[in-house]
């Protein structure tokens, strides 16, 4: 078994950093958190006409979001890292 299947994301919760300039979500390794962040530019590429609001931002994720899973699949790699960027 590839480490990216025992990722999981039970949570359909997400937010917009401002701070960071991305949305954040969040997958688990068993019991292990790991926090993914889509950056700003990522989610324009996604939508290219959009706001760049907070929004607007969020709107683009929800309606990418199974691609954005797969992304997040493909990045981890079950190493001691708990935090990755899509960008």
């Known amino acids: 078994m590839k480490k990216a299947e025992v990722l999981n994301f039970p949570n359909p919760s997400r937010m917009y950093d401002a701070s960071r ?16 962040l889509v950056d700003d530019s990522m989610l324009t590429r996604l939508n290219p006409g959009a706001d760049s609001g907070e929004s607007s931002l969020l709107a683009t994720f929800d309606h990418n ?3 954005i899973l797969e992304l997040a699949r493909t990045l981890y790699n079950g190493g001691p890292q708990n935090r990755y960027t899509i960008s």
């Open 21 to 36: 300039h991305c949305v954040c979500f969040w997958g688990y390794d068993n019991a292990r958190e790991i926090a993914f």
């Open 65 to 67: 979001r199974d691609r």
